[in-house]
């Protein structure tokens, strides 16, 4: 079991840049892990993920090429950079780390089995 600890969250003008990072209890080099992140009255989508070795990443389409997911597994912290942030950006961003069905690139919230208290990120106009 491993627990998730967010932080850097807060408040950036669009087009700006914020780094989040999420501090690992244990050591995680073994889990595959993702960033998810939901807005006020949305559901729960998908951000980044990243495979246990750092050798596959992976975006959703609406933060591709703007947002980077990376991790130390030496620190046992997950970080994701975000660049050019937009309003649409505001969120509450959860990091997780996946305990199902995880060789292979997933995007499935049900997959990821221990999740973080979020931290809050918000972009003003």
């Known amino acids: 079991q491993v627990q998730l600890v967010e932080s850097g969250g807060g408040l950036v003008q669009a087009g700006g840049s914020l780094r989040i990072s999420c501090a690992a209890s244990s050591p995680f080099h073994n889990y595959v892990m993702g960033w998810f992140r939901q807005a006020p009255g949305s559901e729960r989508e998908f951000v980044a993920y990243?495979?246990?070795?750092?050798?596959?990443?992976r975006y959703s389409d609406s933060v591709k090429g703007r947002f980077t997911i990376s991790r130390d597994n030496n620190k046992n912290t997950l970080y994701l950079q975000m660049d050019n942030l937009r309003p649409e950006d505001t969120a509450l961003y959860f990091c997780?780390?996946?305990?199902?069905?995880?060789?292979?690139?997933?995007?499935?919230?049900?997959?990821?089995?221990?999740w973080g208290q979020g931290t809050q990120v918000t972009v003003s106009t």
């Open positions: 990243i495979d246990a070795l750092q050798r596959d990443t």
């Open positions: 997780a780390a996946c305990v199902k069905e995880c060789m292979e690139f997933t995007r499935n919230l049900s997959h990821f089995g221990y």
